[in-house]
Structure formats: structure tokens, C-alpha cells
């Protein structure tokens, strides 16, 4: 019946797997991936040719069309970095959900079986449940916190990198206007995973436990075909 559960959160909104299937297969997978794609296109000619006009970049010196080696740079650069530090959240999302199972199953026997769910018993795993939540809270706070520290960061990059060219006064501020919206576009087109990272923990941990769900059916009907 859980398998059942997982196999239907799995293909629900709840659980983003929907999300992903029509992002990969359906209309929302060509509309995100042609605004990406288009945005892309759209706003890193426009950010070349505005970085002509920037010759020298904060601390590393002339850099030809600097700003667009920024852009990607900052954004690839974050993508991994914030994919290590949630690197972890699948793993603790798979033991929410193991946990919350065992519990959950020790109830339902309590039902039928007197000898089940007993004080003890149903303590100790509602403890662990517990001591899993805190450290899902704890792993995803540290993990909000750098993501939107990077988000928040990545606004000042561009003004930091057009730093020198502002104080030389070689550009104006409409072309500074101009430079950091396309930086911003670049930028957000880039970061698709790192926005949508709390989406990926989910269909991960599921994955995971629709794989261990087969592993256990498969074991069960080898052992049955050997008996």
C-alpha cells in the first residue's frame, strides 16, 4: 500500500514528479527550456556587446568582454557549489520518509496485534522520526541560507564588476542600467537548478524509494521461485 502511495506522490504535484515529466516531455519542457534557450540567445549577444565598453574587471586586471566570463562563471560556479552543500537533503528527505513508514507501520499493527505499538516501542520510533525532522530542519536552513545569500550576492556582482569602468566614468548610467539587466537575465537563466533544487530533493528521495521497494519485490520473488 505504501509503494502504491509513493508510485501516486511520485506522479503528483506534491512530489514535483509531474513537474519533471512534462518539463522533459510535455509542452512545459519546450516552453522552459525555448524561454531559456531564447533568454539566453536574447541577452549574452546584448551582454557582449555592452561589455565592450568594460576593459578591466575588480582585482583581475583587462579582461576582454569580461562581464559575459562573469556572468558564467558566477552562475556555474554557484550551481556546484550549492549542489554540494544540498548535496545531503536527498539522502535526509529518503530517511524523513523511511522513518515516517516504520512508525506509521507500527500503528497499524498495534491494531491488530496486541502485543505491537506498545509505549516503548511506539516512543522510540516516534524519537527517531523526531531526531530526523531536526536535522532535516537544521541541514535545510544551512542550505536556504547559502542559497539566498548567493541569489542576494549575485546582485552586486555586476555593479562590483563594472566598478573601475563606472569610476573611470567611461560608461553612463543607462548603459550601467542596461549591463546589469542582461547580467540579471543571463544570470537567471543559468540558474534553473539551483531555483529548482528543492524539487530535485524531492523526486530523488522517491526515486530512491521506489528503488528500494523494487529491490525488496524482486528479493521476494527470487526467494519464492527457490523455495
Not at 139 to 150: E, R, V
Not at 203 to 209: A, C
Amino acid at each position: 500500500e505504501r509503494g502504491l502511495q509513493l508510485v501516486d506522490g511520485f506522479a503528483s504535484d506534491e512530489l514535483g514528479f509531474s513537474f519533471w515529466v512534462d518539463f522533459l516531455h510535455a509542452p512545459v519542457f519546450h516552453r522552459c527550456a525555448r524561454e531559456t534557450v531564447l533568454m539566453l540567445f536574447a541577452f549574452i549577444p546584448i551582454l557582449y556587446g555592452l561589455s565592450k565598453n568594460v576593459t578591466e574587471l575588480p582585482i583581475i586586471g583587462p579582461v576582454d568582454h569580461g562581464l559575459v566570463w562573469v556572468v558564467l562563471l558566477t552562475a556555474i560556479g554557484g550551481t556546484v557549489v550549492l549542489g554540494l552543500v544540498g548535496s545531503k537533503l536527498p539522502g535526509i528527505k529518503y530517511d524523513i520518509q523511511k522513518k515516517e513508514a516504520a512508525y506509521r507501520k507500527e500503528l497499524v499493527l498495534g491494531e491488530d496485534d496486541a502485543t505491537r505499538a506498545k509505549p516503548d516501542q511506539v516512543d522510540f520510533l516516534f524519537d527517531d522520526v523526531r531526531k530526523i525532522h531536526f536535522k532535516a530542519y537544521l541541514h535545510y536552513f544551512y542550505f536556504n541560507m547559502a542559497k539566498w545569500s548567493y541569489l542576494q550576492g549575485m546582485v552586486i556582482v555586476p555593479y562590483f564588476a563594472l566598478g573601475p569602468t563606472i569610476i573611470t566614468g567611461a560608461i553612463t548610467l543607462g548603459v550601467v542600467s542596461q549591463t546589469v539587466r542582461a547580467m540579471g537575465k543571463v544570470a537567471e537563466s543559468l540558474q534553473y537548478i539551483i531555483r529548482s533544487w528543492l524539487k530535485i530533493v524531492e523526486l530523488v528521495s522517491v526515486y530512491k524509494r521506489l528503488r528500494e521497494f523494487e529491490r525488496r519485490i524482486l528479493a521476494a520473488e527470487r526467494t519464492t521461485l527457490e523455495t
